[in-house]
């Protein structure tokens, strides 16, 4: 979709160290505009090190950053570059939408409070003093402050972390309208659930970008997903179908049907190849790879239950 795009980061072998601590280790990244981009990695990858490069707020070692074909930090830039971080340092005596009126004046172009209230979700909550407001709330007041510039480029930061579900779904959505309008939204989780909102996933790990797909795709590479069924093929057809990378098969039950685990990178070629054979397929259930298993498969973590939100 937006292969054709114009670029709006690029960043090419960008490296940061701490003394001996190698943040950030030859990193190129290109990005495009319109893309929704999450930046996905264990602690201690290099992605806030990396995104604040992007943000021109962290100089690197070495290598290059051009954001909208400038320096980040200059101030044309910094004008087009909207940031939602984890602690925004809001004065308490002012109210959600005196707050927002007061960004927005350190802008060129600024929204009208009104209208970035409605898209914060935060209309109901306008009169508030900003030290009243719960965590959600104030995640929220965050992201009106990142947006009320108007920006080109959006960086958020765990942007869902404090919300619950029905508030997640509407950022969300929100978000798509944003980058439908050829607006940037480059994000840094570690939530899996999140990164599933992406266009393109960019995992970092120990300072690499060792995969950079779509969410689908990742979860593909590591060809995780399973198909349960029963059926009266042998097995010896069902180890031969496309894709199958392996496949455990029982002993028939009573009615004559084995049941059957298959692994596969896309259950699609398979299924289809089954049912073309005349095959007896029941009982059957296929079950997608998550990121959290591309996630810890590409990074070598160690296997965690998968949380449930
Ligand atoms: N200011 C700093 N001084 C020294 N070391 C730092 C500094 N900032 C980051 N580091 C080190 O650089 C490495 C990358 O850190 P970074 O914060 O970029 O990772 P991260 O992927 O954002 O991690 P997390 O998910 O935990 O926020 C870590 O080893 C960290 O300890």
């Known amino acids: 979709m937006t292969a054709a795009a114009p670029p709006v980061i690029e960043a090419h072998a960008l490296r940061r160290t701490f003394g001996e601590v190698v943040a950030v280790d030859g990193i190129d990244l290109t990005i495009r505009r319109g893309e929704v981009v999450a930046v996905l990695g264990p602690n201690g990858a290099g992605k806030t090190t990396t995104i604040e490069m992007l943000l021109g707020l962290r100089r690197p070692t070495s290598g290059t950053v051009r954001v909208l074909g400038a320096d980040p930090e200059s101030a044309s830039v910094r004008a087009r570059v909207g940031a939602m971080l984890q602690d925004t340092d809001a004065p308490g005596s002012l109210t959600v939408a005196e707050m927002i009126t007061l960004v927005g004046t350190y802008y060129p172009v600024h929204l009208p409070t009104p209208f970035v209230l409605e898209r914060a979700d935060l209309v109901e909550h306008a009169g508030k003093r900003v030290n009243q407001l719960s965590g959600g709330q104030r995640q929220r007041l965050s992201f009106a402050l990142a947006i009320v510039g108007d920006p080109d480029i959006l960086y958020l930061d765990e942007p869902t972390a ?58 593909r590479l590591v060809a995780a997903t399973t198909v349960a069924l029963r059926t009266d093929a042998a097995p010896e057809a069902l180890h031969a179908l496309p894709g199958v990378r392996s496949a455990s098969v029982a002993e028939p039950d009573a009615d004559g049907l084995r049941p059957a685990v298959l692994n596969v990178s896309d259950a699609v070629a398979p299924l289809r190849a089954l049912l073309a054979s005349d095959a007896t397929v029941v009982d059957l259930l296929v079950t997608e790879a998550s990121l959290t298993t591309a996630f810890l498969h590409l990074t070598s973590q160690p296997e965690q239950p998968e949380a449930t939100a």
Do not use: C, N
């Open 162 to 219: 404090a919300l619950d579900v029905v508030a997640r779904q509407r950022f969300w959505s929100y978000v798509r309208t944003f980058a439908d309008l050829g607006r940037t939204i480059v994000f840094s989780t570690h939530d899996m659930s999140e990164a599933d909102e992406a266009d393109r996933v960019v995992l970092i790990d120990r300072g690499r970008v060792i995969a950079d797909a779509s969410p689908a795709e990742l979860k």
